[in-house]
Structure formats: C-alpha cells, structure tokens
C-alpha cells in the first residue's frame, strides 16, 4: 500500500500535467465544498424575475448573466459543480465498493471453492421468500395505506421468528438425515458473472433511462439506480485482476500458509488491485459526470428543483440565443471531464507498468 | 459458424425474457392505469359533461374490454386478509378504506357486510337527505377506526329523518358490532397464494409479443410495431452514415499519424482529440447548434427535425440531399463524439502491428512506407477494429438517443426518451427488446466478420 | 491525403445543396395535425385533430359558430324549445328541411334515435360518448313530421340545452342497413342494460361496428357535413374534399354553415419546431399553439409576415390556483388571501407567457364583458399585506417561520405545492410561489406529479395549494360540479372545498331558475366577489392563442375556442 502512495506522489513530483489537473480538480472540490458560506450574490434558485436572460458581463451583480427565469448563472454554475460532486463521488464510491467486493469474491472462489453444507443453503433459499413477503410485501401495503408503526412491526417480528424455528428445525434435522450434512460447492463466479452480463446487455443509458420511468425523481432514487447500473464494470476489472493475483506466487504462499480467504484479500490481493481500480475509479467519474448532467438535461430521474449544470443547459431549449447557458456550465464540465481523464491517464502510465513487470 | 450464431442468440432469449417481464410487471404494478385520465379524471370545465357515477361504468367497460380487470401474473400472491375482489372498488378511497379495515380486523365476511350496509344507507339518504349528515357520513366512509364508525353511526340515528334511514343505521351498527367482535387482527400475516392459471395479462402479453403483437401505445394508442418502425429509417440512417464517416476518417487520420515524416501531425492531433474527448457529447450538440444553426451567428443548417412531409415524389437525390441538410449536425456531433475512441484504438492497433516482424520484413524489402502502412500493417490491424466496431454499435445506440432528442429527429432514440417521459410502457419494452436484439446482431455480425477477415478461424471451424 | 479531401468536398457538396420547394395548389388548405387521428369514428374520436376533422364530415344539431363564439344550430333548424316538467325537461328539435346524406336521403328523425342506440347500447366501442348522453332517457318522434322530435331528460341543467345538440348524427341506412337496431327502443337503454348483451342482432351489429373501418373508411365516413375523406395515409396525411352539391350551400340565412375550400389537407408534423420549419417554407397554411418565444421571433420577421397574418385571440383558458380549505392551517379565509397576494401571477404571466396571457380577477373570461366584474383588483404581489393578513389570522412570526396554535397543537405555517410535470408555466409560477413566501418566512415544497398521481392526491384532498387550468367558453356558465359544496367531499370536481351558502345559492340559481341574462349578470359578478374574498379558487391569467394564417385567405373566423379557426370558411382572397 506504501508503495501505492508514494508512485501517486511520484507522479506528482514529476509530472506537471498531472500535477495540474489533481490541483484543479482539488481546488473544485474545496469549492464546491465550502459553496454555502461564500458571499454569492443570490442564491441558486433565486427568481430575479426583473431581469430574465441577461448576458454576461453586462451586469456586476449578475457577472455570468442570468437564465429565463432570471436565475444567477454564477451561483448555478458553482452549486451545479457542488451537486454534481455530491452525486457521482459517493455513487462511484459505492459502486466501486460493491463491485470489488462481488468481483473479488467470484474471483476468489471461483465457482467451487465456496463450499455450504446442504441445510443452511437451504435455508438461505427458503428464507427469500419469507423476506419478500414479510419485509417487504406488508410493510410496502401497510405504508401505501398510511397505516400506523404497529402494522410493520408486526411482521417483522414474525418474520424474526420464522427464520429461528426454520434455522432451529432445519439444525435439528441435519443429524437425522446425513444427505443435508453433505457440503455443496455455490457457483459465486458464474452467479456474478451472469449478473453482470444481464446487466450490461443494454446501454447502460438506455437502462437507467427505462428504469428511470418507474421510480419518483429524487436524488437519492437517481443514486441507487446509478449504483445499480454501475458496479458490474469494476465487478468485472477487480475480478479480473484477482484471478491475475491468485496466480501470483507469493499469493501461493500465503494461501498455503493457510490464511483465511478475508485475511488473503484483504492484505495480499487489495494492495494490488488499488492501482486498476483508481484508474477505473477517475475514469467513471467523469462518465459519471456526463451522465448526471444529460439525465438532468432531459429531465429525467431529477427532481426538477436540483440545481445542476444539465439543468442550466436546457434552458438553451427556449432560447437559442442564450449561448451562456450552455458556454459556462457547459466548459467547467469539459475541463472537470478532461482533468479527471488526464489523472486517469497518468494513473494507467504508472500501474499498468508496474503491473506489466 | 451458424451452429455457434445459432447459440449465442439462444443465450440471448432469456435476457430478453427476463428484462421484457420485469419491465412489464414493475409497469403494471405502478398506480394508474390506461385510460384511467382519460375517463376518470376529466379536467372539469364551465359546465360537466357527464356525471361521476357514469364515466366509472364506462370505464369499468373500456377495462372489461381490454382485459386490464384480468390479474397480473399466473400466480398471485397477498395477505389473507385482502380479498381479489376488493382490487375492483370504486372509488379509490372507499377502497383504501376496505384495505385498512381488512388489515387491522382481518375478518372480510363482516368488512364487507358492514359495507355493504353502508351503500345502502347512502342510497336512503339520498332520497331522505338530512341535514349535518354529510360530515358523519364522510365518518363512515372513510375511517377506520371501530370506535369512530361507532360514533359516526351514533350521530345519524339520531338525526331521524326517516323510519327506513333510522333502521339501516341500526343495521349498519349491528354490523359494525359484529366486526367488533369477530376481529382477527393476526389474519394479515398469513400469506395466500392464488393460482390465476393463463387467464391473465401477463399471459396475453407474453402470447402477443411472441406472435408480433406489441400492443398499442398508451400515449398515442397507435400499434407499438407501427412507431418504431416509423423511427427506426432515420436513426438507422443517421447511424450507418456516422458510423461510415468515423471510421473512414479514424482509419485514414491512423495512417497519417503512423507516418515517420507526420511526427507534428500526431503531436497536434492527440492531444486535440484528447480535449474533443472531454467534452461531453450534451455540450457538443449544443454548441454545434448554438453556432452553426443560430441566426445570430451562422446558420448554415436547418436546426430540427428530419425534414416534413413532402407531397410531390421526388427523385430518390433530391429526397437524399435534403434529408442530407437535416443531418448534417447531428451527424457531425456523433462523429466529433466518437472519434477520438476509434482513432486511438486503431491507432494503438495500427503501431502494434507496425512493428511486429512482417512489416519489418516488408520495410527490409524496401517497399515505401506509405504501402507497407497499408498493405501490410492496416490488414492486421482490421482485427481488433471488428471488435470495436462491434463494440461501438450500443454507445452510438445511447449516443443517438440524446442527439436525436437535441435535434428532433423523429427516431427510436427520441421515442424512447418521449415513453419515458410519458410513462408509455408498451413502447418501452418494445424499444429495449429492440435495442437488445440490435446487440445481438451486431454480435452476429462481427463474428462473421471475424470468419472472413482471419483464415486461421475457417481452419479451426473446418 | 487526397482521398480526404475528395471524400470532404463531396460530403460538403452534398450537405450544401440547394433543397427545392414543391409548387402548391392555391386553394387547397394546408392545416398542420400534432398527432395522427387515429380513429374518425364521430363516436369514439380521441384526440383534438380527430374532432375537427370529423366536424367537416359529421354535423351536430347544434354546434359553435367561431366567428360569433355563439351556439347556432346546424342540422337543427332552430334552437330546441325546452319544457320543464317536474323530473324531467324535453326538449324538441326540427332538422332543417334541405339537410341530407350524401346519397340524397333527408336527415331525419329516426337517424337521431339510431345515434343515440349507438351511443347508449352495451358492446359497442361508445366509452367516451355514453356518460355525455346518459341525462337523455327517451326520444319522442313527431308522427305528423318525420324531422321533428324531443328528447326526454332527467332533471335539468341549464347546460343541458347545448348537451342535447353535441353529438354527431349518424346515418342510419350506412350504419346499420339490416336494421339490426330497429327493435331496441332507446327508452330501454337506460338503466340496467346486462340483458341486451346477450341480444344476438345487437351481437351481430356489434362485430360490425367495433371494427377499425367505422373510424377509417371513406366510404362509411360519410355524414351531412360539407366534406368527404379523399386520402388517409396513416401516420402522415388526410384530405378531404368538398362535396359537389352540399345541401349546406344552397340555405339562405345560414353564415356559418359553410364548405368553402375546395379541398383541405392535414398534414401529421408531431414536432412543433418542425411544423415552425414547414410553416417558414410556406409548406401549411395555418399554424396554432405557437410557442411565445418563436411568436415574438416571428412578428419581427418582415418577409414572413408578407406571406401570414399572426393572430392572438383570447382563448378561454386560464391557470389558476386551489388551496385546499380542509387543512385547518388553510382553514382561515385571511391565511388564503395572504397567499394570494404572495403568487403574483403578473411575473408568472410574463416570465411563461410573455404577456401573450391577461390578468384575470374572476373565473369569466375577461373577454366576456357583459359577466366579468371588473371592479375587482386581482392579487398582486404585496408581502406587507401578506404578513398583516397572516398576523390578523394569528399567526406568529418566530424565528423559523410563523406558527400559530390549532386545536391545542403548535403548528407551522407550511405550504405543499403540487402541480403537472413537465408544465413549464405551473412550474414557474410554483417557484415564484416559493420565492416570494421564502421572503416573509414561509416554507414552501414544490413537487411536480404525473397527471395521475395528481389527478388522486386532488381528489383525495391531499395537497396544500395546486397549479391547473381549466378550459372554459363564453357560453355556458354552470360551476356547480366545480364550486358547489355538494361536490366538495372526496372523489368530487370541487377539490378545493370552496363555498359558502350564498356561493351554493347563488350557483343553484344559475344552474337553474335564472330567466334574464342581467339577472344571470349580477349573480355571476357576486360570485366572482365572493370567490376573491375567500381565496380558495384564485385564477390567475386567461391565455392568448397564437396562431398564423396564410395572407391568401380570409373569413378565417379566428375564435379563442378550439380549434381557434374554421378551415371549412376560408375563402381566397380575390386578387386586385
């Protein structure tokens, strides 16, 4: 892990394109951070119904002009960064998380290694559907209805209960009936590489488009979607490379020594991995980027209040000649898009090299 | 070959299933339903046209008639407590109250006894109406809480208007009674599975799409076939012709860069392309509109649209050229988009190949390098660009999708975003399984590709 | 390097050529549809387009006349005499003399009676007429004249009168030559119908009508009007041409009955800007529902307006407000009215409509002098009698907003805003809402809905405030379902909860007794007082229709109603 930091420091020491891009987008960051307790003129969302589409330049207190509705476009541009920020660092983040996490273990374990003896996967397929109708069929119809706490707890509790006696009877009836004791191998690796195939059979745009139809726009929705339609990339890289790792001959080693498999990943394979996954990391985010400002340009999947760059970008729509709209926001995302690509590129230069060795 | 075609698209069947149901059953589950606006909830006006009661008949006759009152899957699964029948109730808020009622008392023979009361007290009140009975009534209707329906119940016997509508009401309070006191409030945790057998939507739907029926669009109720077959001409045009283009010029851009004498002209391209990379393909667009089909700046291009209906045929050039101006942006925003990617990848390939050993044998001959670039080097690197290729056709799909939306091209791209919007579900399944299968032949197509381009392929199949 | 260039220039060539425009027929006229009709069944049409083409195929009895914006009758020879008896009112029609079907046969009685079978029998494709026509019980045809009859109705309704007359009449001899429904009585269509399902002549006619040819045949879309389909190229054109004798021509007194232009095309341009593109190239002669943003561009754009004349009549539709009067926060009439004073719709106008709109006090139509009280102020934005307003409700203004104690519990001053997706107006003047109530301490949630959703949360009373506009007329003024209390409780059209006992009274009247229009006047101008006092049903602006029509026409009959135009009147310009 030092070593992963100190060729991150390198390229900073030697590279000025790298160093430029880190610092700006560094810089962004820290501004769109500290955005509500900068002295702004007017706030995002403020109307200044006076004076609807005003150029730029032309006003002091409207320095970047205004939109139709005679929103401040500086204020927007920033908070836009700010909102953009807030959602592709934290989706990426997770993304990264869960598909590292699925991919490592399916390259782990591969699709024998895993083994479960036969009465607890049975319970494990048993005790789906008693989820899905306790925790969350009821509670759903019980919330659509607006009825009180008591009407979700109930069933919880009775699903707590259902699970114990199921583990209980099932514990109990493993020492009669030698057939349940046997130990059966769980394909983890095809289970997630079928998963991740389904999933990215269709455009990633054209899925959370369709999917983008079903749920209320809101932020924290349009989050998870993204989520949900992101992971299997670095799903797909980490297991990659753990397979890679796996044949590594230090790797070996450990695993002969007889490391426990969380112990192995953890300090052996993530160290190697970190370099892939950065550059994968700042590479999505900048997809990222591109992708919450087209889906708040359509207006598809945000709720129309969010303050973003897509937002501001639209209102090109109504007015053909208000290139500001499209000029300011639309710049500051290239340049976010193109520092983002120029660390990802340094990254690749670094690790892909190393790991060549 | 085929025996392989033939088995990737197999392996593609269930993914459509799949995707197809759930797209189906997440759309039927949401509330609203077809024709619900259009019958239920006219926007009211100076004067109504027609009462509440009979727009609900109507509309229980549209959904008898289009088979929406059919339950939604084979099987179906719902408390105990909930009957199937309470799914027709109108209207919804007499509904929800039987909902909350069978929840928390669990006994649905006195629920809906007590309703039933209820209703034909209504109708007593109606011909004996009383005065202070409406916010009682309301009570009545919609609480649902025992001691509030009591009280309820209380206030308009003693209103006494009439024999007939002081004795409903002591019915309607003997009912209340007995749900008091046979309430089984457990009776909601039990699960009831009911089995539909193939009267049902999921069914007829399934049946409909495998035999070409898509059904009708929710927004337009044109034939779901019929509109993206209208839009299908333009994005394929649109496609094929941006595709062309960025190739022709990523190859020929490669070979360039590739030359030892060109060394500026790589120093100045890859860079450039690196920043045209950055730009999204949102901002793009809309540049390229803003200044090149504005009025206050230049307007060389007509800016929306596909060109409109023409009355008179023309000749199949005329027909072209002017179809030609209309794309122009779009076309050229698609390939400014797209070109950085392919010109790196072929480029990449390009220098690979350049120095693996037959081109050096080549260049040893004493060929000039501008045919070793292209006889020798450029056929191996066609390779790797089928993949590409092959790979690229999804992003022009999404890319199409925003363009087409930008510059109101009446293509599939457009009509999706459109369905989604709208809500338009049956357009929307069909567009994706649309989407799918052009995936899958582009698979097809480059494996094909692959058979033709490399002999080693033949002799293994051989 | 060469190939580039060649490969550059001929895709330049190819983008640059010149694109020729066709030579146009000057009499034909060339209307622009948003979407395909569909179906021009005169039963079951379903969109605008569909309506006003099928107005040139089909008449009704009675029908507005665009030029006048009044009711006129059309296939009636004159307005129906109404006599109320006790449950019931009848009204009594005779079709004009000269009305036939294109095959020469007099319209006559018996076509009314077989519509109203088609309209009200079970089994047939009738969703969308047959709850318009369920008031109308019997139908009593005159034995010594075979064009005159009275429709027997339940109870009255003053809009009833223009009910009976709005229908197309079918003819009989096309639709059902085997006299298939010559044995149901329409008396016997009302009520529980269940038995006749199983009718097996109303079975056999049933298979026949509910297939697509009865809304798309040219030779079954053949009614009294002026015109017949020539052409229906599905999903991109239709024409229709004029009939060689209409019987129509040939009355005397008898102005709005008219088939002018020879022949009349619809073209399907589903995109607005390009249906603008078409409209520059002088492809269609007549444009409407032009966005205000490209109106203005257009208006200063003299060569185009050689060519058109642009017109923004006053349409009868207006955006307006409904605060919910059930919350017990919204319950005083004075927190209302301070939330009225905090909408101003004079911004939201402007920002959305760019003063194509006007100001509105009342619900009548500005236009219609004659009903409109204009001796009161409409609300404008004023946030120090916004905040004495709230005081005098008491409210207390505190730190985080202003509270006030209702049955016993603290309560804050919030304001749920709900309106359609996607309405760029609604939108608008919800954020201007949220501005103006953020500046005096009022928190304010906007949310933009589905129509569904929103169509269930306002039945459901759920909502605080809503944005919606309501199409009206200047003819027909009866605002019982929308503002009486009767219809207030849940599921009915008064979403609001409006309505005090003199508003009741004053619209049981209208409804009802009202003999003279100074009567209907005063009460009317009452209403309009009283529905500003209480501020629970606040319109804002009534819109102005932007419309384009090409110079070579005239007695375009411009109307504020849909669809703003009467194709069938235009008539070429004689040239000087």
């Known amino acids: 892990m030092r070593q992963f930091w100190q060729s991150i420091l390198h390229l900073w020491e030697a590279k000025p394109g790298f160093k430029a891009a880190a610092a700006y987008l560094m810089l962004l960051l820290l501004l769109a951070l500290s955005l509500p307790w900068l002295p702004l003129p007017y706030p995002p969302n403020y109307l200044d119904l006076a004076h609807p589409y005003l150029p730029p330049f032309k006003d002091i207190v409207h320095p970047l002009g205004t939109d139709g509705l005679g929103r401040d476009l500086l204020s927007n541009v920033l908070y836009g960064a700010r909102t953009s920020f807030m959602i592709s660092v934290p989706v990426m983040l997770f993304a990264t998380a869960i598909g590292m996490l699925l991919g490592t273990t399916a390259g782990f374990f591969g699709n024998d290694s895993l083994q479960q003896p036969r009465y607890s996967v049975l319970f494990w397929l048993l005790s789906f559907p008693a989820v899905l109708y306790f925790a969350v069929y009821l509670p759903l119809q019980v919330y659509q209805l607006e009825m009180e706490l008591t009407y979700i707890i109930l069933p919880v509790a009775a699903l707590t209960g259902w699970l114990l006696l199921m583990w209980l009877l099932l514990n109990a009836l493993q020492r009669f009936v030698p057939f349940l004791k046997l130990k059966m191998a769980i394909p983890i690796d095809k289970v997630v590489m079928r998963l991740t195939e389904a999933l990215t059979s269709i455009p990633r745009f054209v899925l959370i488009l369709a999917l983008a139809s079903f749920i209320p726009p809101s932020l924290f929705m349009l989050s998870l979607l993204l989520i949900f339609t992101i992971w299997p990339a670095t799903a797909r890289l980490s297991r990659a490379e753990m397979l890679r790792i796996k044949q590594l001959p230090y790797f070996e080693a450990a695993c002969s020594i007889g490391n426990r498999p969380f112990q192995l990943i953890w300090r052996h394979a993530l160290p190697n991995l970190a370099g892939p996954i950065l550059i994968a990391f700042t590479f999505g985010l900048g997809g990222l980027l591109t992708l919450e400002s087209t889906l708040s340009f359509l207006n598809i999947g945000v709720p129309t209040s969010l303050v973003s760059w897509g937002r501001t970008i639209s209102g090109i729509r109504s007015n053909t000649s208000a290139w500001w709209l499209v000029v300011f926001p639309g710049g500051l995302l290239s340049l976010t898009i193109m520092a983002l690509y120029t660390c990802s590129y340094y990254f690749t230069q670094v690790f892909s090299q190393k790991g060549r060795r | 070959m085929l025996l392989h075609l033939l088995k990737k698209l197999l392996l593609a069947i269930p993914i459509l299933w799949l995707l197809g149901t759930a797209v189906f059953l997440l759309s039927r589950t949401l509330p609203g339903s077809f024709g619900e606006e259009r019958f239920l909830n006219p926007e009211a006006g100076f004067y109504s046209k027609s009462s509440q009661s009979s727009r609900e008949a109507a509309w229980e006759q549209l959904q008898q008639k289009t088979g929406q009152h059919l339950p939604l899957f084979y099987f179906s699964i719902s408390s105990a407590a909930l009957p199937d029948t309470l799914q027709n109730v109108q209207p919804s808020a007499r509904k929800e109250q039987l909902q909350q009622l069978a929840i928390k008392y669990g006994n649905w023979p006195a629920i809906s006894a007590f309703d039933l009361q209820v209703e034909k007290l209504v109708k007593a009140l109606e011909i004996y109406p009383a005065k202070g009975a409406s916010k009682s009534l309301q009570d009545l209707r919609y609480s649902t809480n025992i001691s509030d329906l009591q009280k309820a119940i209380n206030k308009l016997s003693k209103l006494g208007t009439s024999p007939a509508v002081a004795s409903l009401a002591v019915a309607v309070s003997e009912k209340i009674e007995a749900l008091n006191i046979n309430q089984s409030s457990y009776t909601y945790l039990v699960p009831r599975i009911t089995w539909n057998g193939t009267v049902n939507q999921y069914h007829h739907w399934l049946v409909g799409i495998l035999t070409g029926d898509f059904s009708t669009s929710y927004r337009t109720s044109q034939p779901v076939l019929e509109m993206i077959l209208e839009g299908i001409g333009n994005t394929f045009l649109l496609l094929l012709c941006s595709m062309v283009v960025t190739l022709i010029l990523a190859l020929e851009l490669s070979i360039l860069m590739a030359k030892k004498k060109l060394q500026w002209l790589r120093r100045l391209l890859l860079p450039a392309l690196f920043a045209i990379d950055s730009i999204p393909m949102l901002v793009l667009a809309i540049l390229l509109l803003v200044l090149l089909a504005n009025p206050d700046f230049i307007q060389l291009f007509p800016v929306y649209g596909m060109g409109y209906y023409q009355p008179i045929n023309l000749s199949f050039w005329q027909n072209l050229s002017m179809r030609l101006q209309f794309m122009a942006l779009p076309l050229i925003a698609l390939v400014l988009v797209n070109l950085p990617y392919i010109t790196n990848q072929i480029y990449t390939s390009l220098q690979a190949s350049l120095q693996a050993d037959y081109t050096r044998t080549a260049r040893a001959k004493g060929l000039p390098e501008h045919l070793v670039i292209r006889r020798h080097a450029l056929r191996n690197a066609l390779l790797p660009i089928i993949t590409i290729v092959s790979d690229f056709i999804p992003a022009l799909v999404s890319g199409s999708i925003l363009i087409e939306t930008i510059y109101a091209i009446p293509g599939v791209g457009r009509l999706l975003v459109e369905s989604v919007m709208a809500r338009d579900y049956p357009v929307l399944v069909a567009i994706i399984l649309f989407v799918l299968l052009l995936r899958m032949v582009a698979y097809a197509l480059a494996d094909a590709a692959y058979f033709w381009a490399d002999p080693r392929m033949k002799q293994k199949t051989a | ?576």
Request: charged share 20%; with cysteine; hydrophobic share 40%.
């Open chain 3, 1 to 576: 390097m060469r190939k580039i260039y060649t490969a550059l220039t001929c895709f330049l060539f190819l983008f640059l050529t010149f694109c020729s425009q066709p030579e146009r027929a000057p009499e034909e006229v060339r209307v622009r549809l948003a979407a395909d009709p569909e179906t021009l069944s005169p039963v079951s049409y379903s969109n605008a387009g569909a309506l006003q083409i099928v107005n040139l195929l089909f008449q009704s009895l009675l029908s507005t006349d665009l030029g006048t914006d009044e009711i006129k009758p059309f296939l009636a020879e004159e307005m129906p005499t109404i006599e109320r008896q006790d449950s019931i009112t009848l009204y009594t029609y005779t079709i004009r003399e000269e009305a036939e079907w294109t095959n020469g046969s007099p319209v006559t009685a018996v076509d009314v009676a077989f519509t109203l079978k088609v309209a009200k029998a079970p089994l047939l494709n009738n969703e969308s007429l047959k709850p318009q026509l369920e008031f109308i019980q019997d139908i009593r045809i005159d034995s010594d004249n075979p064009r005159r009859f009275t429709f027997v109705c339940s109870g009255y309704a003053s809009e009833m009168e223009l009910l009976t007359g709005d229908f197309f009449i079918l003819p009989a001899y096309l639709y059902d030559p085997e006299n298939l429904l010559q044995h149901i009585q329409v008396s016997a269509l009302s009520g529980d119908i269940s038995e006749l399902e199983n009718d097996k002549k109303l079975k056999t006619f049933a298979a026949k009508y509910n297939s697509p040819n009865f809304g798309r045949d040219p030779k079954l879309l053949q009614g009294s009007g002026g015109y017949t389909l020539e052409n229906w190229e599905n999903g991109k054109y239709l024409t229709l041409t004029r009939k060689r004798d209409w019987w129509g021509n040939n009355t005397s007194n008898t102005q709005h009955l008219t088939a002018i232009p020879q022949r009349v095309s619809f073209q399907v341009i589903p995109d607005i800007t390009t249906a603008l593109l078409a409209l520059k190239n002088r492809q269609i002669d007549v444009l409407e529902s032009i966005p205000t943003a490209e109106f203005k561009q257009l208006k200063q754009q003299s060569a185009f307006l050689k060519d058109y004349a642009l017109h923004t009549p006053d349409a009868y539709e207006f955006v307006y407000a409904g605060i919910n009067t059930r919350q017990p926060k919204l319950s005083d009439k004075r927190t209302r009215q301070a939330i009225a004073y905090l909408l101003d719709a004079k911004s939201a106008m402007k920002v959305t409509q760019d003063n194509y709109a006007t100001q509105t006090a009342g619900l009548i139509p500005p236009s219609v002098s004659e009903f409109y009280n204009n001796s009161i102020q409409p609300y404008s934005l004023d946030l120090a009698k916004a905040a004495n307003l709230l005081r005098a409700a008491g409210w207390q203004q505190e730190q985080e907003g202003w509270f006030k104690i209702i049955s016993g519990k603290k309560e804050q001053l919030t304001i749920n805003v709900i309106y359609r997706a996607g309405s760029i107006s609604y939108e608008n003047a919800a954020n201007i809402l949220q501005q103006n109530a953020s500046q005096i301490g009022i928190p304010v949630q906007v949310q933009g809905m589905e129509s569904s959703l929103l169509s269930s949360k306002s039945k459901q009373h759920d909502f605080d405030l809503f944005f919606r506009s309501l199409g009206g007329n200047p003819f027909v003024f009866n605002f019982k379902p929308l503002l009486h209390t009767a219809y207030a409780n849940e599921g009915g059209l008064n979403y609001t909860g409006f309505g005090t006992h003199e508003s009741d009274r004053i619209l049981d009247k209208v409804n009802g007794t009202v003999t003279s229009r100074q009567e209907m006047a005063s009460l009317l101008k009452r209403l309009q007082e009283i529905m500003h006092e209480e501020a629970a049903f606040i319109p804002m602006y009534y819109i102005k229709e932007r419309i384009a029509i090409h110079r070579r026409f005239t007695n375009a009959k411009i109307s504020g109603l849909k669809p703003n135009y009467d194709v069938s009147a235009f008539t070429l310009k004689v040239e000087e």
